[in-house]
C-alpha cells in the first residue's frame, strides 16, 4: 500500500471481521479450535488497542454436517437448517471459550433479512450492537439460518459482514479466507493468477475478476467477497480481503502491514440511515421535479421543497419512501417524504409559507429534509 495512504485497519476503529466456513470448520472437518483460539486473540489485542470488533462467523452448516457425519450438504431446506441450528451451538460455544481466555465476554447475534428491511428492526439491532460495544462485549454474528429460507436469505456472510458494517458504519470490513486474497483469475484454476494487492472497492474490472465459485464447504465465493467491498465502501468502510491461515493477520493489519487484497472505499461516505433508505425501502411514490428543484437538491445540496413540485404519483403515508424524477423522467433522488401523498398534492408547487393555510398546519417546511435524502448519480 502506498505510505501516503494510511491502512483502512490501522486508520479506523470500528472493524467488522468475517471469517468463511472452510476456515473456520478446517474445510469441514469440524471447528479447528485452534484458528479460532488465535483469531480470539488477536481480537482481544484489538480491542485492547482501543478498536471495537464485530465477528461475523460463518460455518454452522458445516460444523452441523461435521457433528452429524454428514459427507454431503444436504440440498432439503430442513435438513440445511437442522444442521445450522446443530453447529451454531459449536460455533457460541467455541467463541464463548476462546475469548473468556483473554477476559472478553461475547454476544451472539442471529440476523435474518428481514432485521435488515424493516426499519425498526434495522434500528434495533443497531441499538444492541452499539450496546454491546459500550459495555466491551465482542459480538458474534450469523445468519439465522434456522428460520431463514432461501427466499428471504441475506444467503451469505461476506454480504451479511457488509450489511453489518453498514448497520455500525464501520471503518473496515476484513474478510478473512482461505486464499490470500483476490486474484485477477480463480487461483485454484490457475497457478498464474496474480494477487490484486489494492484497487478501488467500486472498480467493475474486480467482478468480472471473481466470477468463479466458491469451495463446496460455504457459500460465498469471492464474487460475494468484492461486491460486499463495493457495499461496505457506499458506507464509507473500506475492505481487506485476506487469508485467515497468516499468522497474526489481524493484528498486523491493524499495524499498517499491506496483507492481502485492500478494496478501499472511494464513495462519498453515506450515513448508514441513508444507506439503509436507499438498499432496503420499498418506493410508494413518485414527485415530478421542476428543473430549479432538481438543481437545488443534485447542485446545492438543499431539501425539497413542495414549490418545486409539478406532481405526485402514487399512495403513500408520512415517513414513506419517494423517488425525485426530473424533467427529463430520470429519477435523480429518493427520500423519506414528510407529507402523505393526498397532502402532497395540496401544497406542491405552493411556497412553505401556505402550507399551513392550505392544510391547516405545518408539521415540516421541507417536503423532504436533506438528511433523509439520497442523490442518485
Ligand atoms: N479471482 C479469485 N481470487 C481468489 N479466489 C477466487 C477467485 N475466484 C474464485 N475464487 C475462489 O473463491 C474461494 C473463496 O471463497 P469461499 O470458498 O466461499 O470462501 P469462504 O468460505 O471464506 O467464504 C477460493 O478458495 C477460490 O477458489
Ligand atoms: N450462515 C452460513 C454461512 C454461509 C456462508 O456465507 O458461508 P461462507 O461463504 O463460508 O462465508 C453458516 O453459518 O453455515
Partial sequence: MAPETPSPIKAGTRLVVKVGSSLVTNDGRGLDLQ????????????????????????????????????????????????????????????????????????????????????????????????????????????ENDTVATDEIKVGDNDTLGALVANLVEADALIILTDQTGLYDQDPRQNPNARLITRAQADDQSLVAMAGGAGSHIGKGGMLTKVLAAQRAAKSGAS????????????????????????????????????????????????????????????????????????????????????????????????GLINYSSSDTRRIMGKPSNQIADILGEMTESELIHRDNLVVLN
Fill in 35 to 142: 484458528a479460532v483460539g488465535q483469531w480470539c486473540e488477536q481480537i482481544a489485542a484489538l480491542r485492547k488497542a482501543g478498536k471495537e470488533v464485530v465477528l461475523v462467523s460463518s460455518g454452522a452448516i458445516a460444523e452441523g454436517m461435521a457433528r452429524l457425519g454428514w459427507k454431503r450438504r444436504p440440498v432439503e431446506m430442513h435438513e440445511l437448517q437442522a444442521a445450522a441450528a446443530v453447529g451454531q451451538m459449536g460455533l457460541a460455544q467455541a467463541y464463548e471459550g476462546a475469548f473468556a481466555a483473554h477476559g472478553l465476554r461475547t454476544a451472539q447475534i442471529l440476523l435474518t433479512h428481514e432485521d435488515m428491511a424493516d426499519r425498526l428492526r434495522y434500528l434495533n439491532a443497531r441499538s444492541t450492537l452499539l450496546a454491546l460495544f459500550k459495555f466491551g462485549i465482542v459480538p458474534i454474528v450469523n
Fill in 239 to 334: 475492505t481487506v480481503i485476506a487469508s485467515g491461515r497468516e499468522p497474526n493477520v489481524l493484528t498486523r493489519l491493524a499495524d499498517g502491514e499491506p496483507i492481502g487484497s485492500a478494496l478501499l472505499a472511494s464513495e462519498p461516505i453515506w450515513s448508514a440511515r441513508k444507506q439503509w433508505m436507499a438498499d432496503h425501502l420499498r418506493l410508494r411514490g413518485r414527485l415530478l421535479l421542476d428543473a430549479g428543484a432538481v438543481k437545488a437538491l443534485t447542485l446545492d445540496g438543499k431539501s425539497l421543497l413542495p414549490v418545486g413540485v409539478r406532481s405526485v404519483e402514487g399512495v403513500f403515508e408520512t415517513g414513506d419512501l419517494v423517488a425525485c424524477i426530473d424533467p427529463n423522467g430520470k429519477e435523480c433522488a429518493r
